[in-house]
């Protein structure tokens, strides 16, 4: 295990580079025992990270050991007739893939991007863009976890039930996610349609046209801004023709140019917005791919990684309503935006089905997800604005009985979060008990738990 000392200078940062925080030591371990060791006998404050995608601090706080997990990452067993797989939480997705793919598996639920940590990705409960699908606990079978004490105990729907629905989704407030056991489904090959169309007949047609159709494994729906009135729909469905894109997995070795220029023209020439919607988009959009399911499940956040973060960033947001809300909350969403003058890239339509009881459920029903992706200033009257219109915007899901997603930056207020999350105070009760001295702590628990 490698110890980098009590140097206060260490600071752990996430993607968006707003919020570095020091920490008192990190350590990198390879092992179970390691970390068991490290949680027993530190009795300071622990952090937990992985990938570090998560936005507001979810994974550091002020003189912390913070371990990090990205070594952490072995494959502990697998199986084919059963289709499941035993992981050690550190590893990414891109290596469950990159293993899998060679027995025609891919992974049941995973967000879009494949560079996530496994413990990460069970910590804030992910999603994609998987029909059928919804929170990623629906495919887990088991994890084991490391409590404060420094025990490790399994936990699973049907054994230590509360600790696993608290733990996925909990934000390292339990303790460290060490193993998971995924169940795993087959790499089929899917087929890519679009249309374009307004956005108050989206509803309608999810309706119709995706949400019983069993051949569609991806969608989603682009919202187009300024004027936030069509949407993109994209869908994948499973199909018997050959495969058009001979890749089985996106290649790692990319730099994303064309990716990169394309962003930069969107958030900051003038027409960039038009010129996305009227000219890059409908020549990417040209044909119908056949591809592998795992291709489609493998990008790299690389293609969304600017030059520099220092004076402007890319950041995330994310709100949830259920489906019967969505021609309510999208007037409210766009009239925010549009008043505030976010400077939006894209507005992806996601759905969820119900999730199956995590204590800090986003998808309490059925639920359309509204992933936000803009850009920012860094100075802090740049935050302070973004504090404004996010506030704005979880005003408006809880009004349209939703939440907001817990993994970006922290700009809710106390009313808000319990307003959004009202089974929060069972998760700190939770952790009363098995987490006393309160151990396990980063920017998320320190602003709502204490």
């Known amino acids: 295990m490698q110890l980098f000392g009590q140097d206060t ?34 009795n300071g404050p622990v952090s937990i990270g992985g990938g570090r995608y998560s936005m507001g601090g979810q994974t550091a706080v002020e003189q912390a050991l913070h371990i990090d997990m990205r070594g952490f990452d072995s494959i502990i067993c697998f199986s084919k007739e059963k289709k499941e797989i035993t992981v050690q939480a550190g590893i990414t997705w891109r290596k469950i893939q990159e293993f899998i793919d060679p027995y025609d598996l891919s992974v049941q ?12 990705s069970l910590s804030v409960n992910v999603h994609g863009r998987y029909i059928g699908g919804g929170p990623v606990v629906l495919s887990v079978k088991e994890i084991k976890i490391i409590l404060a004490n ?20 909990g934000y390292g407030g339990l303790g460290v996610i060490v193993e998971a056991t995924l169940f795993l489904t087959d790499n089929d090959k899917v087929e890519r349609t679009d249309k374009v169309l307004l956005i108050r007949k989206y509803k309608q047609f999810f309706v119709d ?30 199909t018997s023709r050959d495969v058009t894109i001979g890749y089985r997995l996106k290649p790692n070795d990319k730099k994303y ?9 969107v958030s900051e020439f003038p027409a960039g917005k038009w010129l996305r919607q009227h000219l890059l988009e409908p ?48 007037p409210l969403m766009s009239e925010i935006l549009r008043k505030n003058k976010v400077n939006v890239i894209n507005i992806s339509i996601r759905h969820a089905k119900q999730d199956p009881g995590t204590t800090l459920a986003w998808a309490r029903t059925e639920v359309f997800a509204f992933v936000l992706y803009y850009k920012q200033g860094t ?28 993994p970006y930056q922290i700009h809710a207020s106390n009313e808000q979060f319990f307003k959004a999350y009202p089974n929060a105070d069972s998760l700190f009760r939770l952790k009363k008990q098995i987490d006393p001295t309160y151990k396990f702590r980063n920017k998320l628990w320190e602003t709502y738990y204490k």
């Open 109 to 120: 639920i995973m967000q879009t991007y494949a560079n996530f940590t496994v413990g990460g």
């Open 257 to 265: 140019r064309f990716n990169k220029f394309a962003f930069k023209i």
């Open 9 to 42: 200078s260490k600071v752990v940062n996430d993607i968006t580079q707003l919020n570095p925080i020091k920490v008192n030591a990190i350590i990198s371990p390879t092992s179970t025992a390691e970390i068991m060791v490290a949680v027993k006998n530190h």
């Open 283 to 330: 020549i990417l959009y040209i044909g119908k791919p056949v591809e592998w399911r795992n291709y489609e499940a493998s990008y790299d956040v690389l293609e969304l990684e600017p030059k520099s973060r220092e004076k402007s960033t890319y950041v995330l947001q994310e709100y949830f309503v259920p489906i019967e809300k969505f021609d309510d909350f999208y």
């Open 379 to 406: 100075k802090q009257a740049n935050k302070d604005d973004v504090r404004k219109w996010t506030q704005q915007l979880i005003d408006a899901s809880i009004s349209c009985d939703g939440t907001y997603y817990l």
């Open 150 to 169: 420094g025990d490790i105990v399994a936990a699973s729907p049907t054994e230590n039930k509360e600790v696993f629905y608290g733990a996925i989704g």
């Open 209 to 238: 046209n995706i949400r019983s159709d069993s051949l569609v494994v991806f969608h989603n729906a682009d919202i187009y801004p300024n004027r936030y009135r069509k949407v993109r729909e994209i869908s994948y469905r499973k």
